[in-house]
């Protein structure tokens, strides 16, 4: 089939990449001219594992960049996978995504134009990105408004996207589930046909769960406000586990191992951050307040988690005064493996050591550029051992696995107070050592 993606950042690039490697032929487009140009030189403009791979194999035959929208009126499938980022409020900016339906929407008007002997086949425009079911209208006005009345038939659908950062290759090709969220038996037709291939490949039973577009966005939201809950939820036992003396991580355990429940998402700590958790929770509570409803569970699951850095600086405070001392932060990143800071828990933890007069000394094996962009203030070590030596205190943001192997370094701390946000330290002993949850 021939496909265009609209917006080449994470998801969109993922989608092409993966789209073209099942054998469709496939366009890319962006308004950045530097991500087209890499698209066009076989790489991405972004890291994931194993997506230069897939560029470099595809680019220049199954796969083409550009800035340009005139591949859209020959497509049998258009995707959108444009950003949409909180406002101020939380509440979603659907402004860069309708400007690229409406842009859409023109494409296909100018074609229609020039060929007056049109057949009038219908067009199919999906939304890959993440849009609060209200906004699916918004979307579809926009498009429409693009094609400006002309004889043009176009169907919007909604296919949202659950892949992860930093796995995002191996996520897109191994779904847990496809999520069809249509308006006619054509529309979902032509995006089984679309997803086929792949499915065919890795030979599994993949559910595809087939529905109307609002309702699609709605799983995709429900599904991370699930997540993040669940992480808040083993956050708020583990601070309850903490009073009591209890280790949070000996009762979870075991809590996981009801069915019902489920073992994974159960590991208390510092909390949830990067790119879409706090986002997506963020957009559907303010569009639930819009609609008239208030969020409560969804509202506490924020709350918990803006809790957790502070409770770390609380244990903190209880064993140092850290004002004019060196301060270790072990971590950066909001999750291991990715150099994405966006709402790291690292960023609290340092304005409050700051806040405390603390000279703090940052460390991470792959995020410290960034860090450095937004804290510059801020001392940045080559290694963990570096940023320890001398440190009055550790606190440990991020679980890299490199951190589980510090041992003698903590004996070149000044004072060897150790507060773990992660359960990674292994090193106990000699240390005055705090759990934020056991
Ligand atoms: P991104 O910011 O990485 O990429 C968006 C791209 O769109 C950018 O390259 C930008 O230059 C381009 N763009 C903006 N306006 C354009 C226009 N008018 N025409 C063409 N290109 C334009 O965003 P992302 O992380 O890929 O996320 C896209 C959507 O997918 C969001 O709604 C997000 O919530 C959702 N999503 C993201 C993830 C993730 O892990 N990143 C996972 C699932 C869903």
Avoid at 16 to 41: F, P, R, Y
Avoid at 209 to 219: C, H, L, N
Avoid at 287 to 298: D, I, K, S, T
């Amino acid at each position: 089939m021939r496909v265009t993606v609209i917006g080449s950042g994470y998801v969109g690039t993922t989608l092409a990449a993966c789209l073209a490697d099942v054998g469709h032929d496939v366009t890319a487009v962006d308004i950045d001219s530097d991500v087209v140009a890499a698209l066009n030189e076989g790489r991405a403009a972004i890291h994931e594992p194993g997506l230069d791979d897939l560029l470099a194999e595809h680019a220049g035959n199954r796969l083409r960049a550009t800035t340009e929208y005139d591949s859209v009126p020959d497509a049998d499938v258009t995707f959108l996978a444009i950003g949409t980022p909180s406002r101020g409020d939380g509440s979603i900016d659907l402004g860069p995504l309708t400007a690229a339906a409406e842009m859409t929407g023109e494409a296909l008007a100018e074609e229609n134009d020039s060929s007056p002997a049109d057949t009038g086949d219908r067009h199919l425009v999906v939304v890959k990105s993440t849009i609060t079911p209200p906004g699916v209208a918004e979307v579809r006005d926009a498009l429409l408004t693009g094609a400006g009345g002309a004889a043009v038939r176009v169907e919007l659908a909604t296919n949202p996207e659950f892949l992860r950062e930093g796995s995002a290759v191996h996520d897109f090709q191994h779904p847990d589930k496809l999520v069809f969220g249509t308006e006619s038996e054509w529309a979902t037709g032509r995006l089984e046909a679309l997803y086929e291939p792949l499915l065919s490949a890795i030979g599994g039973d993949v559910p595809v769960v087939r529905t109307d577009p609002e309702t699609a966005m709605m799983i995709k939201y429900a599904n991370n406000a699930a997540l993040a809950s669940k992480i808040s939820l083993a956050n708020d036992l583990g601070n309850i586990c903490k009073q009591f003396g209890i280790d949070a991580y000996e009762v979870m355990d075991a809590v996981g191992l009801d069915d019902r429940i489920g073992a994974k998402f159960l590991r208390s700590g510092v909390g949830y951050g990067g790119s879409c958790f706090p986002k997506d929770v963020d957009a559907i509570r303010a569009a639930a307040r819009e609609a008239g409803y208030e969020p409560a569970l969804l509202d506490a699951t924020v709350a918990v988690n803006d809790g957790q850095p502070e409770r770390m600086l609380g244990l903190l405070d209880d064993h140092a005064d850290v004002a004019g001392k060196r301060v270790a932060v072990l971590g950066l990143a909001f999750k291991p493996g990715t150099d994405d800071i966006r709402n790291s828990r690292a960023t609290p933890v340092i304005e409050g050591l700051q806040a405390r007069g603390a000279e703090v000394v940052g460390y991470d094996p792959v995020a410290t550029a960034n860090m450095r962009e937004r804290f510059p203030d801020v001392e940045y070590a080559e290694s963990a051992p570096a940023a320890l030596d001398g440190a009055s205190a550790a606190l440990v943001v991020t679980d890299w696995d490199e951190f589980a192997a510090l041992d003698d370094d903590f004996d070149a701390m000044a004072d060897p107070v150790v507060i773990d946000g992660r359960r990674i330290i292994e090193r106990r002993e000699g240390l005055v050592y705090e759990g934020l949850t056991w």
